[in-house]
């Protein structure tokens, strides 16, 4: 077995603009990634060790039977490694994106959940699953987005704009959450700032400026973006990517959101991990270039067989290649890794109550919003009387 990898990495880290509000210091806007050279944060990511085939088949049968003996169930992210997405299937799991992993978690009867992830998933399954246990495999498992939204600086900046409606990513931490008034993920964010621009109501978002931007552009709505990014989107550049066309003419464009407003341009298809994963399934094209983490291609491959897969390009005249299409953080869950909490207890997620009660009240309000929302077949004015059951979530 060789030795674990450790290196560091590169993350947007924004800086806030002090000014003078009615004689108050405040924090009132957002300086861009370049205006600053300290406005860029680091952090570790330790790549579990590769291991044999043999070696892989050990770890599986040891975690498939202390999975039965504790009455866990492993719930994995489509941008983890593939035999730990096949694990979590094999053993009646789940792969998805963070909130199909969470409420998985939720709805299933296992009392220990297993989140193969970045830490704020696994936070995410502790909200919405208070009296199960939560274990991961690596607690050190961070995301740029989350890292690159201080809860402290992100609320002053919240507080420095009171008029405005706060809405964040799920890829955040539970204080930030705790601080928003809604929740989104990449599948909802559309309609829900959609709804919330024509009542009248301005936005705050955060953390990922490139999703921002791209809902600004679709709704109209009055935003102001915090300026973090996802590390690996955040690396596809549209001068390969359009070289890369021309290479592929008749290949399909899927382009997650989180990458530049340049490369979304390029998109035949722009939109979360679950609606890329269908878009493969469903055009005719066999061919496929794809602007996300390259994790994703396992589920594409699977569901799509036959069809080629390429990764957007993250290098070349314009683009580093830091990244490289994968997530560090994502990369450090690992069999040894799902073993080791399984056998002590370690990575267990837990949350202050208050703390947790707070944070889930935009993400329910967002469950009820997307519950609503696939009834929108309706009449618009009984779907418009069914929102005003969710607006007052947790106001009370």
Excluded at 21 to 49: F, H, R, Y
Excluded at 104 to 113: C, I, K, N, Q, V
Excluded at 197 to 225: C, F, S, V
Aim: proline share 5%; glycine share 6%.
């Amino acid at each position: 077995m060789g030795h674990t990898e450790q290196k560091a990495f590169e993350f947007d880290q924004p800086l806030l603009h002090s000014a003078s509000l009615n004689g108050q210091a405040c924090m009132t806007s957002i300086l861009p990634e370049s205006a600053d050279a300290q406005a860029v944060g680091k952090a570790w990511a330790k790549i579990p060790a590769p291991l044999s085939s043999e070696q892989e088949q050990l770890y599986i049968q040891e975690i498939k039977q202390l999975m039965q003996s504790r009455n866990a169930v492993l719930v994995a992210h489509y941008y983890v490694d593939p035999v730990l997405q096949d694990l979590a299937l094999e053993t009646n799991g789940c792969v998805g994106d963070s909130l199909e992993m969470a409420r998985f978690g939720r709805d299933h009867e296992a009392s220990t959940l297993i989140v193969a992830g970045v830490r704020f998933m696994g936070e995410t399954a502790k909200m919405l699953s208070p009296e199960k246990t939560v274990l991961m495999p690596t607690l050190e498992a961070e995301c740029s987005l989350d890292l690159g939204c201080p809860a402290d600086q992100f609320s002053a900046f919240c507080d420095a704009h009171p008029d405005r409606t706060v809405v964040v990513y799920a890829n955040t931490s539970a204080e930030v959450k705790a601080r928003a008034d809604w929740v989104v993920t990449s599948s909802i964010a559309l309609e829900i700032v959609t709804y919330l621009h024509e009542k009248g109501e301005k936005i705050i978002w955060g953390p990922d400026r490139h999703l921002g931007q791209y809902i600004q552009n679709n709704t109209g709505a009055d935003m102001l973006l915090w300026q973090g990014s996802c590390l690996v989107h955040n690396e596809f550049k549209a001068a390969e990517l359009a070289s890369l066309k021309k290479q592929y003419p008749d290949a399909k464009v899927l382009v997650h959101p989180e990458s530049p407003a340049g490369v979304a341009a390029l998109a035949d298809v722009t939109g979360s991990t679950s609606k890329l994963i269908q878009a493969a399934v469903d055009l005719p094209a066999q061919t496929f270039i794809v602007a996300t983490d390259a994790g994703i291609m396992h589920e594409m491959q699977k569901r799509a067989p036959g069809k080629i897969f390429i990764s957007a390009p993250t290098s070349g005249n314009s683009a580093t290649c830091k990244s490289c299409a994968f997530c560090p953080w994502m990369a450090m869950n690992g069999l040894a890794g799902i073993k080791q909490c399984l056998t002590s207890g370690s990575g267990e997620i837990t949350l202050d109550e208050t703390l947790a009660k707070r944070a889930r009240q935009p993400l329910d309000r967002m469950l009820a919003f997307a519950e609503t929302h696939k009834k929108s077949v309706r009449a618009s004015g009984d779907l418009l009387e069914d929102m005003k059951l969710f607006e007052n979530i947790g106001a009370a």
